[in-house]
């Protein structure tokens, strides 16, 4: 097995505390809790104390399910539970910040979902709460440990792109947001409800993007009221972009999921499985071509695991390291506000119809949502 065979067939996921680490409460009891965080828990023996939700059924039902001993009615009685240390909140945006709030208050550590606040001026207020607090304050931008993304930037660590020329998502699926009623009337709906996940990835692996071009569009008699299609262009430098092709009206029997990479020594194209068949897919696949080992050759990985739900893994695993260790998490609440700043960027840039540079986006602004 050569140098790049074995980067290839590294395991770059975070290992989950060994002893199931600081007991840990949910925040919501929806869809993305039963499909994604409580069986990446369970497959990752991280210990969950309490699930909370407004419809005690739900919490009751999936409680049952991964056999959490404790149900609560109200975000509010989820904090205030002596044993839970960690609060995982999976609400929709507009209850988030209330439960960040308290969870900070009464000390507890917070994973929040993405978008953490849906405007630049909560966003930071949050962080600097927590700030000050002491507590640690996680994004759960978990596409930063899907397979394709994780295995990139391993690669890109070790040389093997070279020095970086250009990128591209490419994702033609269909999307259902009826299945997602609040977000119905969200008019800033695919930047902050999807494609924040191949911002903040872009993030990770590329760095940070210096302006933004970007066009939206929708389709003739859609459910929602907001873009369900974007084309973005994230620039670095004159020799370095990456493209973002979203849309989710492709209702045909092929859809599409594509991430490349490309560099001056190697590239890369693999696939996100979970958008095959949201939420079930299949694993992902990722192929790689060297020019300086066998060039004629595609260097390929199957993996066994799904973005949903093995990398909801990964952000909390991290945060309880973070804890442990005394460090920021990775994708904590002070850099996920880059992330929003550029989604806000490219929002600018289509509205207004011209590049944006990112600068332009205080840390202060408000969003229609």
Known sequence: MNALEQALAYDHRIAPPADGGRPIGIAGAGAIVRAGHLPAYRKAGLRVAAVADLDVDAASAVAREFGVETVHDSAQALVDDPRVEVVDIAVTPHAQADIVR??????KHVLCQKPFAEDLATAV???????????????????????????????????????????????????????????????????????????DAIRYVFGEPVSVVATTGRYPGQAAGGDTRTCTVYEFSSELSVTVLANHNNWSS?????????????????????????????????????????????????????????????????????????????TSGRDNLGTL??????CRSAEEGRRVRVDEVPLSVRSAG
């Open 102 to 107: 308290a969870a900070i208050s009464a000390g």
């Open 125 to 199: 207020e949050l962080v600097e709460a927590a700030e000050r607090a002491g507590t640690l304050l996680a994004v759960n931008q978990q596409m930063r440990w899907d397979q394709v993304i994780s295995t990139t930037k391993a690669l890109l660590q070790a040389g093997w792109y070279g020095t970086l020329t250009s990128g591209l998502f490419d994702v033609d699926v269909w999307t259902d947001w009826r299945s997602w009623p609040w977000m119905l009337a969200k008019p800033r709906l695919e930047y902050f409800y999807h494609s924040i996940h191949y911002v």
């Open 254 to 330: 092929r859809p599409r999921a594509v991430v490349r990479c490309q560099g001056t020594e190697g590239q890369s194209e693999g696939t996100l499985g979970v958008l095959y068949d949201y939420p079930v897919g299949r694993p992902d696949t990722f192929e790689f071509w060297s020019r300086t080992i066998h060039p004629d050759h595609t260097f390929r990985r199957d993996f066994e695991e799904r973005w949903i739900p093995d990398a909801l893994v990964g952000p909390m695993s991290d945060l309880q390291a973070a804890v442990a260790q005394g460090r920021a998490p990775l």
């Open 341 to 346: 700043r550029v989604v806000h960027a490219a």
